[in-house]
């Protein structure tokens, strides 16, 4: 069974740092497109950051953009999301998600609807 696993969600104080992480199992994502997307209370998912299949490639959404560093781990098969200088509006529930299926490896995916496999997702709540 595929499954992936985000952690590392908290309380933190406005200009704090956190490491989200996303944990897959079942199956290797090392060379699939992988993403974040973040969704905040009354609002609709957004996108946050992608890499592309092969790690070439890398988008951060403006609102995260010079704060934000998304990486993988292969051996670990986990992908990271670095978030520095964090804000009240960065408090969301934050998702990971890959796509496994009909993808160039060398293209970053921007759209919720691209990904076929999605985290249960971890909280961030930014105090200010």
């Known amino acids: 069974q595929v499954q992936l696993v985000e952690s590392g969600g908290g309380v933190v104080q406005a200009g704090g740092s956190l490491r989200l992480s996303c944990a897959a199992s079942g199956r290797t994502f090392n060379t699939y497109p992988m993403a974040w997307f973040r969704q905040a209370a009354g609002k609709e998912r957004e996108f946050v950051a992608a890499?592309?299949?092969?790690?070439?490639?890398?988008r951060y959404a403006d609102s995260v953009k010079g704060r934000s560093t998304m990486s993988r781990d292969k051996a670990k098969n986990t992908m990271y999301l670095q978030m520095n200088s964090l804000k009240a509006d960065d408090t969301a529930v934050y998702y990971c998600a890959g796509r496994t299926t009909s993808f160039y490896y060398t293209r970053v995916y921007l759209s919720a609807v691209d990904y076929t496999h999605w985290g249960q997702g971890t909280q961030v709540t930014v105090s200010s």
């Open positions: 890499i592309s299949g092969i790690g070439s490639d890398t």
